[in-house]
């Protein structure tokens, strides 16, 4: 199976708003409001998306951030999300696709890629170990009440 892994283009946006609903659970990413946070991040410059394609369909993606920190003067990957259609995971997919952020990351000298699962994921969490990334903190995130 041939799969290509290049950098996201709008044609891509309903496929990769699927895969948000579908395979990561997260029912309120949808065209418009992907489409908006699409532009801001390609504004930034900092963000990254990849997908993965076979026979010109998405069938994965990742999503990447370089965050600063002190200490580390350029700083880190963060993968906010990573994506494999559900008949298409096990194939590979998910790991060329963090082999592709790996290999930039080491075009542009980062030396750390960070990401966050939760916890009921665990086949998600056998799949980062088998890839080389270690499980060694817990994330912790809050909802602030905007009322």
Not at 55 to 77: C, K, M, W
């Amino acid at each position: 199976m041939e799969i290509k892994i290049r950098e996201v283009v709008e044609s891509d946006y309903t496929e990769v708003v699927f895969l948000w609903n579908d395979v990561l659970g997260i029912r309120n990413v949808n065209d418009e409001n992907f489409r908006i946070t699409m532009e801001k991040m390609n504004t930034d410059g900092n963000y990254k998306t990849f997908v993965a394609l076979f026979e010109n369909d998405v069938v994965g993606f990742v999503t990447i951030v370089q965050a600063l920190s002190v200490g580390v003067p350029i700083g880190y990957f963060h993968i906010q999300a990573l994506a494999v259609k559900k008949e298409f995971q096990h194939g590979g997919i998910g790991t060329k696709l963090l082999r592709h952020t790996e290999n930039y990351a080491k075009e542009i000298g980062i030396s750390s890629i960070i990401l966050c699962s939760g916890f009921k994921r665990t086949d998600a969490h056998a799949f980062y170990e088998h890839n080389g990334y270690d499980k060694d903190s817990y994330c912790f995130d809050k909802i602030i009440n905007l009322d």
